[in-house]
């Protein structure tokens, strides 16, 4: 059974899409650059914002980073409020500390902005752990959940009790890496019919419910 459940943010716990695409058109504008159709800047929900800036924009290493920090300049005033909770997952965290889970956060997101959003929006009392990138450069997703179980002193043997959620490929990849299973949710629609599913996810669900039926039965 599992007893451990580290949460994915953007797409799992709150819908951040009106933020981050605001704050994309922001530096792409600031830097003179087109900003690409919504269906490109879906996929930038998830992975590290500078590969996205070099994958979907063109951009090398330098011009990426800049991209990054006018991103960050805007989102850690406004962006990172332009977001609303997934609705009904406060009150699931809510229930499973109450029986007895221990939660933690894993985001790439960096964690001084991660903090203030749990905090918002009613996630921080049943988190024990808010993990994410430090201040300067995203962590890759397994980074951030190694770190997540460091600071709840997990070894080896806690493996198989450990489940992460996530709503992307690279929070199932990033979990594999980590030894650890991946519940895929499919909340928003961030990622592409079959991603989670191609890419190892144990279970995809769509609701919260289901979400809460997976984890207490397994």
């Known amino acids: 059974m599992y007893q451990y459940i580290l949460f994915d943010l953007d797409g799992t716990l709150t819908d ?3 933020g981050i695409f605001n704050c994309i058109r922001h530096a792409l504008d600031t830097l003179g650059m087109p900003v690409p159709p919504e269906q490109t800047l879906l996929k930038f929900i998830g992975p ?3 590969d996205s800036f070099m994958e979907y924009c063109g951009f090398d290493r330098e011009q990426a980073a800049e991209a990054v920090r006018i991103f960050r300049s805007r989102y850690s005033t406004l962006g ?3 977001n609303t909770a997934a609705p009904g997952m406060a009150e699931l965290c809510a229930r499973l500390k109450e029986r007895g889970y221990v939660l933690a956060l894993a985001s790439s997101k960096p964690e001084e902005m991660c903090v203030p959003i749990c905090e918002k929006f009613g996630f921080a009392p049943s988190l024990d752990v808010i ?5 300067t450069g995203d962590w890759e997703k397994a980074d951030v959940i190694r770190e997540a179980m460091r600071r709840l002193g997990l070894t080896e043997e806690d493996l198989p009790r450990v489940l992460m959620v996530g709503d992307r490929k690279f929070d199932v990849q990033g979990a594999a890496a980590c030894g650890i299973a991946c519940v895929g949710v499919e909340f928003f629609g961030y990622a592409a ?3 989670l599913h191609e890419a190892g996810a144990v279970a995809v669900v769509r609701t919260p419910e289901e979400l809460e039926t997976y984890i207490l039965t397994h």
């Open 131 to 135: 993990a994410g990138s430090p201040p």
């Open 193 to 195: 019919s079959g991603e």
């Open 48 to 50: 590290p914002l500078q």
């Open 16 to 18: 951040s899409k009106e």
């Open 80 to 82: 990172k409020f332009e």
